[in-house]
């Protein structure tokens, strides 16, 4: 362990002392009653300043969220929000400034609110979403510390994402060290592809020591690949193009439901422009930025990651919504770029399959926007598809003509499901 770590583990100590006697209880492991029938499964999700989770009641055979919330803000001005499995608030209130000031505290009180909430209940391992695998972790593991610390020397890879994944892991090995817990990576299920779709035309040395493609947002694919494969049949036996667009866009062409191409590549910057991030750029701009601007690396990679697509180019807002309910021209610009690089990059997709028999939309804009959904599909009629306008206003499962050569769906992703399950599966849960 590195004295940083230490640092951390010190300062969690603090504040689990500082912390009212139901926080102490979660954090020093005497969080939950013990009754064998009624085990849960907490799923975490841990960003820069947010720190999701969910909870699963873990029934033989059955596995249910019934718990979902979150913590944003952290280090500013902290909010926490939870619901029921059924969507029902049941907590939203925000902290003073000063009280959750890192992932630590965020972590300490929500368990402590965990706690009151799980009576009954025997949380017996926790699941968590891992950016980066790199080359080594092409599956799910359980989490010890050694190999914490070989997902630490993967932080170069994403270190804008990597750190903050396992923070929360951290805390509980140090904490909880009875407590399993399973790394479920948004890079494993693209590890199977095809050796050129994931290679940069560069020195090949540079391959060798993992400068190639990963892609990411697998937990999202995978998890259409496994439960969508009864309503797409092209996702059991066929070519699938599936588009998650959140705040995060990607696309992965799914051939029998295995990842064989995707437009995110080394980092989760490449491919389709998203609310703040490029998408695909001329590497010669990074060049030029540094030396005719003079602009420092980290003041590109700042600009890159959060100050460009869409939220760059409308200077309106990165939030799809806003910007579909906007009149500047900005906005229009950006909606226009966006929908087009989407065309272009699912005909990509195509290309590595083949062909494609099923569209799917998922994710934030893509299972709640049936404008962009329309805008992409009329732009892809040229390779059979045909969208159905009014399935596509309403909202249904399936948004295709039923003559339509490309079956277009759209379906709602799960990535905590699909971190649940591996979690279960990893530690023979069920
Ligand atoms: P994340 O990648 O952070 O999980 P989401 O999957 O929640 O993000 O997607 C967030 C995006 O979805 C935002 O751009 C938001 O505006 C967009 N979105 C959500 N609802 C709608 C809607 N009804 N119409 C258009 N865009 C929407």
């Known amino acids: ?26 954090a020093t492991g005497t969080l939950l009653s013990t009754s064998a029938q009624d085990r849960a499964i907490l799923i975490l999700n841990a960003g820069s300043s947010s720190l999701k989770f969910e909870v699963f009641d873990l029934q033989p055979g059955h596995l249910q969220c019934f ?39 965020a972590l300490v009180w929500m368990l402590a609110w965990l706690r009151a909430q799980m009576v009954g209940k025997q949380l017996v391992a ?53 407590l399993p817990q399973v790394a479920c990576f948004d890079t494993a299920f693209h ?27 697998g937990l999202s694919y995978e998890y259409m690949a496994r439960t969508a494969k009864s309503q797409v049949p092209a996702l059991a036996a066929g070519r699938t193009v599936v588009a998650h667009l959140g705040n995060g866009v990607s696309l992965c062409a799914l051939l029998d439901g295995k990842s064989v191409a995707t437009t995110m590549g080394f980092t989760a910057l490449d491919g389709c422009p998203m609310g703040t991030r490029c998408g695909s750029l001329d590497a010669g701009v990074v060049i030029h930025l540094a030396r005719a601007y003079g602009m420092s690396i980290d003041a590109i990679e700042s600009m890159l990651y959060r100050d460009s697509g869409l939220l760059g180019l409308s200077d309106v807002s990165s939030d799809m919504q806003e910007l579909l309910e906007s009149s500047a ?66 909202g249904a499962t399936q948004i295709s003509t039923a003559s339509s050569p490309v079956a277009v769906w759209r379906i709602p992703t799960n990535e905590e499901q699909m971190i649940a399950e591996h979690t279960c599966e990893v530690l023979n849960l069920r």
């Open 191 to 217: 590890h199977g592809q095809p050796p050129e779709a994931q290679m940069f035309a560069l020195p090949w040395r540079f391959h060798e020591d993992g400068v190639r493609r990963y892609g990411f947002h």
């Open 67 to 105: 718990l979902r919330g979150q913590i944003d803000g952290i280090g500013h001005q902290a909010h926490f929000k939870a619901k029921d499995g059924a969507g029902l608030a049941l907590h939203d209130a925000s902290f003073s400034a000063d009280a959750i000031t890192s992932q630590h505290t």
């Open 329 to 394: 021209a900005g906005a229009r610009r950006a909606v226009d770029y966006f929908v087009y690089q989407l065309a272009r990059e699912v005909a990509s997709m195509a290309a590595a399959m083949g062909g494609m028999d099923a569209l799917v939309f998922t994710a934030g804009i893509g299972e709640n926007s049936p404008q962009i959904r329309q805008a992409v599909c009329e732009r892809l009629a040229w390779m059979g598809v045909q969208m159905d306008a009014s399935a596509n206003a309403a």
């Open 126 to 178: 926790v699941g968590h979403r891992v950016v980066h695998g790199g080359t080594r972790f092409t599956q799910p593991v359980r989490v010890d510390a050694k190999v914490l610390q070989q997902l630490d020397a993967l932080v170069p890879l994403a270190p804008l994402h990597q750190p903050h994944n396992l923070a929360p892991i951290r805390s509980l090995l140090a904490e909880r060290p009875d």
């Open 1 to 26: 362990m590195d004295n940083a770590a230490r640092a951390q583990i010190r300062n969690l100590k603090a504040v689990i002392k500082n912390s009212p006697p139901q926080a102490q209880a979660t």
